[in-house]
Each structure stands twice: as C-alpha cells, then as structure tokens.
C-alpha cells in the first residue's frame, strides 16, 4: 500500500462509501418489509423514507467526488514507479505478478466501470425522486436506490481493496507504455485524426453517433411539446446514447489522444488529460450528454406521464443536446485549429 | 435555441481556442509527450529536416521504428558533460540503475568508449555492442533494430 494524503483520503471514502451502500440496501429492503407488514403506519414509513433520502444524498455527494479523487491517486502514484510516466504506468502494476499485485489491472479496469456508472445510477435515482415528488416520491425510486446501494458497495470494496494491495513485483515497460501499434507518416492529417484508415472511420463514427444522438434529443422533444409524449423518438435517441459509449471510447483513445496531445503515436488518453486539459470539459459534456438522455428515458418508461414530469424530460434532452453538441463542437474546433 | 445554451456552447469554443495559448512551452518528446532532460536528449533531423527532439534513446528508436521514416542525422547527448554528438560516434551503456522521472531512460550515453566502461563497471550494466547498438541502423542501412 502507497501512503499519501490522497490515498488516505481515498480509502475513507471509499470505507464510506461501501457502508453506505450496505445501509442503503438494509434501509431500502427495510422500508420494503415494514411498508408490507404495516401499510397503514404513515409515520414509521415516512421517517425510514427520510432516513433513506439522506443516506441517498450523501451517497451521491461521494459519489461524484470519487470518480476525480481515484485519478488523483493514480497519478499520485506515478512518482512511486520506476518506469511509469502517466497514469497508464500505474494501471499496469501487476501486470505479470504471481503475488496479490497480479488482481489490481483487473481491479483499475472495474473502478473505472463502476465510477460512472455510480454516478448515472445515483442521478437514476435522483431525477426518479424529483420526477415522484409530488407523490410518494423515495417510494418510487426504491428499486433504482437498492441498485445505487450495490453498485456503491461494489466500487467501495473494489476501491478499498486497490488501495491496500501490496504493489509489488512491477515489471516496467516503456514510458507509459501506450505508444501506437501501428506505423503511419507523421503528416499534420494523421495529427488531426484525418489519416486513411481506423483512425479516419473511428472520427466518422463519433460524429455521426453525436449527430444521431442530437437529431434523437431534438425530435425527442418537438414530440414532447407537440403531443406530450417523446416515445417513439426517445428509444432510438436512448439506443444512440448507448451505442455513442464504445464508439467515443474508441475515438478518444486512437484519434483525440494522439491527435490534440500532438503526439501521433501516442495512444495514452491519460497524458491527454495533462497536455490538454481542457479535453476533460469535451469528455464531460459528452458523458452529461449519455447520462441526461438516460435519465430523461428513465423518467419516461418509469414514471407516469405528467405535466411536471414533462417538464423535467424537456430539460434533461435539452440538456442531452447540449453534452453532445458542445463536445462536437470542441472536438470541430481543436480539429480546424492551426 | 435558449440563451444558457448558447452560452454553453460559447464558452465550451472559447475554450477550446484559448487553451493552447496557456500552456506552458517546455521542450516534449515527441513519442510520448515526457519533458525532456537535457543529459538525455536525442535529437533526429528527418528527411524533410523537421528537427525532432525525444525523452532518451529507447523513445527515438521507437519513434524510427513506427514512423518507418529514414532520419537524416541522430544526434545523442554525452550524459558526463550534456555535449552533443552524433549516434554513430557515440558508447551506449544498458544501465541496471532506476528509471525515474529525471532518468527517463536505461540506456546512458557516452563520448568516450572508456568513461562507458567506467561507468558500467562502477555502477552496473553492459556497453552495447554489434547488433544490439542503438539508432545505428540509419547510418548502416539495415533494418530497424530495438534497444
């Protein structure tokens, strides 16, 4: 185990975290129970709803705070390794162990799953509650709170369990080892994700998907307005979203890194984010873009439909519209820069 | 399109155009983007006579060998006394020490074949030599070769 503040700072929220889940569940599966033993008991229900709304709050709270904080502690680790230049050299500690270290590629990989997906399902759970407010609104979002809490124990006890493995037995590759498979000419078109081949596909991919997406928000809402409801646009828009996850995954990795870091055979979306930081903002937009339409289906298929709730969903595909078109827009503009 | 949107998108551009102008301008590999420290430095002269510089030895020998391109002129830095000379004359000594942020690399280079020696025997690690000699391939003609 590496000792930093961060690393300190990082395990007590993640113990946090994972307690929080484990009470979120017990609450939840107990709010379950007493609402079937004793239906007519208002009170009782009501306090334990409170209970679970706070516990839910804070849980959310650290959950956003999470997803920056174990990057932080990954990069803090990157003067403890011989050999590792970026984050990228710390994710693959491990690599070729025998001992405990060989399980923390694996456990890196599944922190960074379960990261956002904490944070989609908890902004599931949050937009559930504001969307049933004017009813029994916790009760409504029972079942996406049960999932927060074990999507939240997951990340804690995998966070937890990175953290105080020993990291030993590193077997040291090159920089942070993330240099591009394949040869290609150095040409200012290769820079801009331009050059023949995947790269050229993956950059159409990305546009058009971000494209689609926006057309499916767009018409997601004149449907909404018009008629009051978005469905038969908003299942493609959602279908959109999902599939835009592999694909901007992709293009981040082969085109935007090489490209706006200006090092065409560097594949390293880490280094990305310490040569361009402002690339941070493009992939957060796009990721409010996937989230936002998720949650505005969400409301949708589990919600019944209402004025409020209409409402809520217009704002959250408009919200959709802007992650993606905002992250085109800055992947357009880095691209025609000198 | 609301007002907030507009705004969004506007400040996202802005962005986008104003940060470039904000970093700072230190020299970088041109591999993997490592800031480069003088006592390591290569620097290759490609055939359009492009002057590009690298972190150490093993990042310009991969840059060669993924860009396929046949460099012009490889100069490498003497890590006693930062002086610059060409591959070709140089000792390459496979270091055993650590590989740190201000060591970014194994292989030391070196003017003098019998400081190389020195060196290795010293600290540990070997001189290389024939094939296993670094960037030589350029000057040689043969196929490209990897530290």
């Known amino acids: 185990m590496i000792l930093n503040a961060l690393s300190g700072a990082a395990a007590f929220v993640a113990v946090v975290r994972a307690l929080l889940g484990v009470a979120l569940v017990c609450t939840g599966v107990w709010v379950v129970m007493s609402r079937r033993r004793a239906p007519r008991d208002r009170d009782r229900l009501d306090r334990r709803y409170h209970l679970l709304f706070v516990l839910a709050v804070t849980g959310f709270g650290i959950a956003i705070a999470a997803w920056p904080l174990f990057y932080l502690v990954l990069q803090s680790y990157v003067p403890e390794w011989p050999g590792a230049m970026c984050i990228q050299g710390v994710i693959s500690i491990g690599q070729g162990s025998l001992g405990p270290a060989r399980h923390l590629p694996g456990l890196v990989a599944l922190l960074e799953f379960t990261k956002p997906l904490l944070v989609f399902v908890a902004g599931t759970w949050l937009v559930l509650h504001l969307a049933g407010r004017r009813r029994d609104a916790t009760r409504a979002a029972l079942p996406a709170l049960l999932l927060f809490g074990c999507v939240s124990l997951v990340d804690g006890v995998a966070e937890t369990t990175y953290l105080v493995t020993p990291k030993r037995e590193y077997i040291a590759e090159t920089c942070c080892g993330a240099t591009a498979p394949t040869a290609g000419p150095t040409s200012r078109a290769m820079m801009i994700g331009m050059a023949p081949g995947s790269k050229h596909l993956h950059t159409e991919m990305f546009f058009l998907v971000g494209i689609l997406a926006i057309a499916g928000a767009s018409a997601a809402l004149h449907s909404l307005r018009r008629n009051g409801h978005a469905g038969r646009w908003l299942t493609p828009a959602v279908a959109t979203a999902v599939g835009s996850i592999p694909i901007g995954l992709v293009f981040l990795k082969t085109t935007a890194a090489p490209a706006f870091s200006g090092l065409p055979f560097h594949e390293c979306v880490y280094c990305l984010f310490g040569s361009a930081p402002e690339s941070l903002i493009g992939i957060g937009l796009f990721a409010l873009g996937v989230f936002a339409l998720g949650w505005a289906a969400s409301i949708f298929w589990l919600m019944p439909a209402d004025d409020g709730n209409r409402a809520l969903t217009e704002r959250l595909l408009r919200t959709a519209r802007i992650g993606y078109a905002g992250a085109l827009l800055m992947v357009t503009v880095r691209f025609v820069m000198p | ?147």
Request: glycine share 6%.
């Open chain 2, 1 to 147: 399109m609301r007002r907030f949107e507009v705004t969004v998108l506007l400040l996202a551009v802005a962005v986008t155009i104003a940060a470039p102008f904000t970093r700072r301008d230190t020299e970088r590999c041109t591999l993997d983007g490592v800031d480069v420290q003088a006592d390591f430095r290569v620097r290759i002269i490609d055939e359009r006579g492009t002057d590009l510089a690298f972190c150490g030895v093993r990042c310009a020998g991969r840059w060669i060998e993924r860009s396929k391109t046949r460099p012009h002129e490889i100069h490498v830095t003497d890590v006693t006394n930062g002086e610059e000379l060409l591959a070709s004359e140089a000792t390459f000594v496979h270091d055993i020490q650590g590989w740190t942020e201000s060591v970014p690399d194994f292989i030391r280079v070196f003017a003098d074949e019998s400081e190389a020696t020195r060196h290795a025997s010293t600290f540990g690690g070997e001189l290389l030599r024939g094939a296993d000699v670094p960037l030589s391939f350029s000057l040689s003609g043969e196929a490209p070769t990897h530290p």
